[in-house]
């Protein structure tokens, strides 16, 4: 039967049954956004599905990995979903599940995420993540997977919000950002993303230099002369931490102040010790006018990392 609830109602109500996890020590955190917006599901389906994820995050992990439950609020624009074709643009209610854990290889999550499931040769994992796609996929959402080797994993899914009027899309919001004219650095090796936003801050006014890795990004910052305002990276990226990179080039540019961004929450690194509380941190998927307002308010209000 369809509810209309709220999602951290849900999730303390059956807290003690759905971090419970027979063969592993589960160190569970819930960080809920308090202004989230409600959803409209079958609850029983709904808990399910949360107690799949937690089977799923389970059997990745090792003794003494934790697994972290988020809430959040998300609007979806069209650059994300042009890459996401699951999912339509709109207003979600996010359930993000993540752990410190194992982690997938890029071939094993390929092979998770492959469709259709074949009879007879689906494994455990599969089997955990076929049941939340099918949940997903019955309330018009979706479920996507961000892992990194020995990084750990996270779990979004994603549920449409109970509507209640409407609100201003990211076009509306744009219009009432500031240009800039500083000169910004993006190491980012997801392709797409980058483009996107080197084309997006182009458009404002900033001088953008982009790098597909930290290697990369690092010759790019020795051989610039001029000062470079602003490093955005991701945080974890084979061969070069973000942290790494950004320490490294700001003792050739002192002036560098750095934005953060990654696949997983800001918990989920602060607990795996990759970040600090402090800083700017921007996580994906972002939208248009939310990069614009970080690298504005990175740019001037600097933050010690």
């Known amino acids: 039967m369809l509810k209309r609830l709220n999602l951290n109602s849900l999730i303390l109500d059956s807290s003690r049954r759905l971090i419970h996890c027979s063969h592993i ?9 308090v202004n989230l917006w409600d959803v409209i599901t079958d609850i029983h389906m709904l ?6 994820l937690v089977n799923l995050s389970c059997s990745r992990m090792c003794n003494g990995s934790k697994c972290f439950i988020e809430t959040q609020n998300i609007t979806l624009n069209h650059n994300y979903c042009s890459t996401h074709a699951d999912v339509a643009p709109g207003d979600y209610v996010t359930l993000l599940l993540s752990d410190n854990g194992r982690g ?3 071939n094993e999550l390929q092979l998770l995420l492959s469709k259709p499931l074949k009879d007879g040769d689906v494994s455990m994992d599969q089997s955990f993540l076929e049941k939340c796609q099918v949940f997903a996929t019955m309330n018009r959402g979706a479920l996507h997977v961000y892992s990194e080797v020995n990084n750990g994993t996270t779990y979004k899914m994603y549920i449409p919000r109970a509507m209640e009027g409407r609100r201003k899309d990211d076009a509306e919001w744009m219009e009432s950002l500031p240009k800039g004219n500083e000169t910004v650095l993006i190491a980012e090796d997801d392709t797409p993303l980058s483009e996107i936003c080197l084309t997006v801050l182009r458009q404002y006014g900033y001088r953008v ?29 084979p061969n070069m931490a973000g942290d ?62």
């Open 25 to 33: 020590s589960l160190l569970s955190t819930y960080y809920p956004d």
């Open 209 to 237: 230099l982009s790098a597909s890795n930290g290697a990369e990004a690092l010759q790019v910052a020795k051989e610039y002369p001029d000062p470079i305002h602003l490093l955005i990276t991701d945080l974890i990226m």
């Open 47 to 52: 808990e399910n599905a949360i107690q799949e």
């Open 244 to 305: 790494e990179l950004y320490k490294t080039i700001h003792n050739i540019h002192p002036e560098t102040n750095v934005l953060f961004t990654s696949g997983y929450t800001r918990h989920a690194l602060v607990q795996q010790g990759v970040m600090t509380e402090k800083g700017y941190f921007l996580q994906k998927p972002f939208s248009k006018a939310g990069l614009l307002w970080m690298v504005r308010s990175t740019l001037e209000n600097p933050q010690t990392t």
């Open 104 to 106: 997938y290889t890029e």
